[in-house]
Antibody
Framework: QVQLQQWGAGLLKPSETLSLTCAVS????????WSWIRQPPGKGLEWIGE???????TYNPSLKNRVTISVDTSKNLFSLKLTSVTAADTAVYYC???????????????????WGRGTLVTVSS | DIQMTQSPSSLSASVGDRVTITCRAS??????LAWFQQKPGKAPKSLIY???NLQSGVPSKFSGSGSGTDFTLTISSLQPEDFAIYYC?????????FGGGTKVEIK
């Protein structure tokens, strides 16, 4: 059974860098895209970005200048860094897996099928 | 960015009720839509992908439909474990975007 185990610092001061890691166990790492999503307390979900095991990334333009997602295929893990955090970055951060399917459009499509348990990151002075 | 609008934002229903949640995209997304269920303090759980395909292990009381800009999630007979927040999400284009959520509460 595939599991996503995530960890990282839960309390940051403004201007610091958020750093989270997600380790994948119990299954393949190379057949998927890997994503980060966040959820401010009591609010909805925001997609941060994704990475393929090859290292190819796509980011949300709203965060693009501050976010980096990286991958370590030797350890089956991927990481999120978000620089210059403010109180607005306070949220539960989730790592997640994207799985593909092939449809009549002759293309592969990727959707989120498995989520980590989430890490609450609080930014406060 | 594609805006995803869910309605209603909340609803009250009784056990056994049939419940329908609507999700509208600001532009056409074909059928590249997923639905998630989130319970308090938990991560979202995948229910449906490609608008109408049930994720493995999800009970058949959940169903989805729609294409283009208008989509629905239906729960055929609401059970106590179904009280949660439901989110739609488009994966037609980047950035991926979610609806604001629909909270299903006990009447």
């Amino acid at each position: 059974q595939v599991q996503l185990q995530q960890w990282g610092a839960g309390l940051l001061k403004p201007s610091e860098t958020l750093s989270l890691t997600c380790a994948v166990s119990g299954g393949s790492f190379s057949d998927y895209y890997w994503s980060w999503i966040r959820q401010p307390p009591g609010k909805g979900l925001e997609w941060i970005g994704e990475i393929h095991h090859s290292g190819s990334t796509t980011y949300n333009p709203s965060l693009k200048n501050r976010v980096t997602i990286s991958v370590d295929t030797s350890k089956n893990l991927f990481s999120l860094k978000l620089t210059s955090v403010t109180a607005a970055d306070t949220a539960v951060y989730y790592c997640a897996r994207e799985i593909s399917y092939y449809d009549s459009s002759d293309h592969y499509h990727w959707y989120l099928d498995l989520w980590g348990r989430g890490t609450l990151v609080t930014v406060s002075s | 960015d594609i805006q995803m609008t869910q309605s209603p934002s909340s609803l009250s229903a009784s056990v056994g009720d049939r419940v329908t949640i609507t999700c509208r995209a600001s532009q056409g997304i074909s059928n590249y839509l997923a639905w998630f269920q989130q319970k308090p303090g938990k991560a979202p759980k995948s229910l449906i992908y490609a608008a109408s395909n049930l994720q493995s292990g999800v009970p058949s009381k959940f169903s989805g439909s729609g294409s283009g800009t208008d989509f629905t999630l239906t729960i055929s007979s609401l059970q106590p474990e179904d009280f949660a927040i439901y989110y739609c999400q488009q994966y037609n284009s980047y950035p991926r975007t979610f609806g604001g959520g629909t909270k299903v509460e006990i009447k």
